[in-house]
């Protein structure tokens, strides 16, 4: 297998690409519920995300039994069957003459065909930009793996309940749920917006639905807490903003999970990095 820190190769995201799912065969499915789900560690690499995702893992996972794992022990259980797996992946792809890697936070099973070395793919959602220049800081929102936790048990649960749904069925229902944000406040930060909404005015000019600018204080707290009926933004997009030709990745998500939005872009002068007001647009309008 092969190792960059973190494991490359599991995953892989597209060019332009959203959360990827996955629609493994019935078998897979349902042999998923059955195993026990290592939560790989990344040591010295990340510490703030071995801190996260053990808390949060320990507070919302609940699909299946559960261990804690460092890479060293990853690779001699990769075939055996027992097993699931929860882990960062560094997924490269190509952005014009360049290739750019994306950190995702992953979930597979393990792949009994010894001569595979990749999991069997359930699904996936980026976190951040991920390159030679780009590391991800320290100053990544942790707290958002409490929702993506939940977000990936509702997609599991989702293939139980319609084992034969298609990739497609699948981002259509997502898709659908953007009917359901107009009752919900959104909270979003002003660097997670476009220029022209980074304010709660310039916001408010185009959004009448109810909405609040906060703090990454204030937004990991109503995702700790799992406030009700709030929805909060996660942007995926270079650190440095003015990046044109790269794509930036958009969701909204509800505190528990529930994946309401996803939209992508790529940046240039009249679309730079975050939530742009066309994305708003696409938000119903509260009756």
């Not at 190509?94 to 065909?113: I, Q």
């Amino acid at each position: 297998m092969k190792k960059a820190g973190l494991f490359s190769g599991l995953m892989l995201i597209c060019t332009m690409a959203f959360a990827q799912f996955k629609v493994p065969d019935m078998n897979s499915i349902k042999s998923f519920s059955k195993t026990k789900t290592m939560v790989v560690l990344t040591g010295d690499s990340m510490p703030n995300f071995d801190k996260a995702i053990k808390k949060y893992t320990e507070k919302f996972w609940k699909a299946t039994p559960f261990d804690f794992i460092k890479q060293s022990e990853l690779e001699p259980l990769i075939h055996n069957a027992k097993y699931s797996f929860l882990l960062l992946s560094e997924a490269p792809f190509k952005v014009g003459d360049k290739t750019v890697s994306m950190l995702n936070l992953s979930l597979g099973l393990a792949n009994r065909n010894r001569t595979d070395d990749d999991l069997i793919e359930f699904v996936s959602i980026p976190i951040a930009y991920q390159s030679n220049d780009e590391a991800v800081s320290d100053q990544f929102d942790w707290t958002k793996l409490a929702a993506f936790l939940q977000f990936f048990q509702h997609y599991l649960d989702l293939l139980l309940e319609f084992p034969d749904v298609s990739e497609m069925d699948v981002y259509e229902h997502y898709n659908s749920n953007i009917e359901d944000l107009p009752a919900m406040e959104l909270w979003v930060r002003p660097e997670d917006c476009s220029p022209d909404i980074n304010s709660f005015d310039k916001f408010k000019r185009v959004y009448s639905n109810d909405m609040k600018m906060v703090t990454t204080e204030e937004l990991s707290e109503i995702i700790e807490k799992q406030y009700l009926n709030v929805a909060f933004v996660h942007v995926v997009s270079p650190h440095v903003k003015k990046k044109n030709g790269n794509p930036c990745l958009l969701y909204i998500f509800s505190t528990d999970g529930n994946l309401m939005y996803m939209a992508e872009h790529t940046i240039d002068d009249k679309n730079p990095a975050g939530l742009l007001i066309k994305d708003l647009k696409e938000i119903p309008r509260k009756e």
